[in-house]
């Protein structure tokens, strides 16, 4: 196009306009495609750590509860274990029972006096082991009061995200033959040398109160 007045001076063509804002606009869109996938990234990120972090509540909760409960239970009104593992975390805090078990919304609830409330959510499946001091497994039909570690297996999952699980293993502090698994007693000072048993659990189960998650 000639801009009259002055033959030497020139606008832009129709054809150079349409270009120009091709150009603008793939830059504008590559820029918000990267502003958008960064933004993804971090919610993605966010979601990943908030998942972690219900878990760990929930696995922190229930070890405090284990390691201090008064008496261990089994769900069977004999108290007897039905199976090798188990669903729900029973047990007495004091002259009350307590229960955790995972609901149909997907939280871990803690019932207590018969009253459920939600510990942390996002919790998929709660699987519990139960051992002896030598490490021997809690096989279905033997009482609770045989039980002196009880190993929590917890996965935790959100859409969108890949499932975690979280493991840990916890003695029981009121159970009669607790011994073999303490290092120091009450009134030493020093703490003493534990026994063969002990040394025989930690060798079978190497994450005795100790958290790890599952690959």
């Known amino acids: 196009m000639i801009i009259s007045g002055d033959k030497n001076r020139r606008g832009f063509t129709l054809i150079e306009l349409m270009l120009a804002l091709m150009l603008t606009g793939l830059i504008v869109t590559a820029a918000l495609f990267f502003m958008l996938h960064s933004h993804n990234i971090w919610r993605q990120g966010q979601k990943e750590i908030e998942l972690q972090e219900n878990v760990q509540i ?12 008064s008496q ?10 039905l199976h090798s593992d188990s669903k729900v975390l029973n047990f007495k805090n004091g002259h009350k029972r307590v229960r955790y078990y995972v609901d149909d919304e997907n939280e871990l609830t803690r019932e207590f ?50 499932d975690i699980t979280l493991i840990t293993s916890v ?15 009450p009134n030493e000072k020093k703490p003493r040398q534990p026994s063969a048993a002990a040394n025989i659990f930690s060798e079978q189960l190497p994450g005795l109160e100790r958290y790890h998650f599952a690959n």
């Open 72 to 81: 261990l239970m089994f769900e069977s009104q004999n108290g007897f274990q």
């Open 113 to 162: 006096s018969g009253m459920g409330l939600p510990v942390s959510s996002h919790i998929k499946k709660l699987r519990l082991e139960y051992y002896r001091p030598d490490g021997s497994t809690i096989a279905a039909g033997e009482p609770a009061g045989e039980v002196a570690v009880v190993k929590i297996i917890l996965t935790g999952g959100m859409p969108g995200l890949k």
């Open 58 to 69: 929930a696995m922190d909760k229930m070890c405090r509860d284990v390691r201090t409960c």
């Open 171 to 185: 003695a029981i502090r009121t159970f009669q033959g607790s011994s073999v698994l303490q290092t120091t007693l």
